[in-house]
């Protein structure tokens, strides 16, 4: 009686960190992902390249422009990822993709009522626009320590190479707010090449280094704000 009150202790602990146990005792770390930017900025194809796969896809088209037009939602389990303490587990990444309008708060916390585990902010590096009400935005849903679960990924980078450009050129000629945002996240820069396969070349070190900022906030979830928190 004391043994299976001590197992159901334990799972209950780990199911509080974002760990569940499987048939296997494998541990099953479950991050939630939510994708942000503008339209055409890439979201779909960074969601693709973590789910190691090609199925986000984009909405209707707006005058000629491809836009997502609701929440979409995936899930992928990579076994064995990583270990722990010696003991290897299990990541499962649940990575919501929004549209570039005003999300409502509800919608996420239906999906996510954990919260957010990162953040992942995305920029096509050939179409800077100062977007300081996006970062507004960010911190009206997920609170003042959004930036320390979030990183930032440039998109299209391969426009870099066609212009000369290094990456850490491009960003001390970028913009203020850019910069500042650049700085801001806890999760680094990440430049990513669309002129070749996402999923299969650029995913693995994406989650990689998805998975290290989710360590260095001990894989809590950002709670996010009610409508009449806004």
């Known amino acids: 009686m004391l043994f299976s009150q001590m197992d159901g202790f334990l799972e209950n602990v780990l199911s509080r960190l974002g760990f569940q146990t499987t048939d296997e005792?494998?541990?099953i770390l479950v991050l939630n992902v939510l994708l942000l930017g503008d339209k055409q900025s890439g979201r779909s194809s960074v969601g693709n390249a973590l789910i190691?796969?090609?199925?986000?896809?984009?909405?209707?088209c707006i005058s000629g422009v491809s836009v997502t037009t609701e929440l979409q939602v995936l899930s992928r389990k990579f076994p064995a990822y990583f270990r722990r303490q010696g003991v290897e587990s299990d990541l499962m990444l649940r990575v919501i993709d929004t549209p570039p309008v005003k999300l409502r708060p509800q919608s996420l916390q239906e999906l996510c009522p954990d919260g957010i585990h990162v953040l992942v902010v995305v920029v096509r590096v050939d179409q800077l626009t100062e977007n300081s009400q996006l970062l507004h935005h960010i911190e009206s849903l997920c609170g003042p320590d959004w930036n320390?679960?979030?990183?930032?990924?440039?998109?299209?980078?391969?426009?870099?190479?066609?212009a000369g450009l290094q990456p850490s050129v491009y960003l001390t000629q970028s913009s203020d707010w850019l910069k500042s945002l650049a700085k801001e996240v806890g999760g680094g820069v990440s430049f990513l090449d669309n002129s070749f396969d996402w999923p299969s070349i650029q995913g693995r070190p994406l989650r990689d280094q998805l998975l290290r900022l989710s360590a260095k906030n001990h894989h809590k979830a950002l709670r996010l704000r009610s409508d009449q928190s806004l």
């Open 25 to 27: 005792q494998r541990d």
């Open 148 to 162: 320390h679960h979030a990183m930032l990924i440039f998109t299209h980078a391969d426009h870099l190479e066609k």
């Open 52 to 60: 190691g796969g090609q199925e986000f896809q984009t909405g209707a």
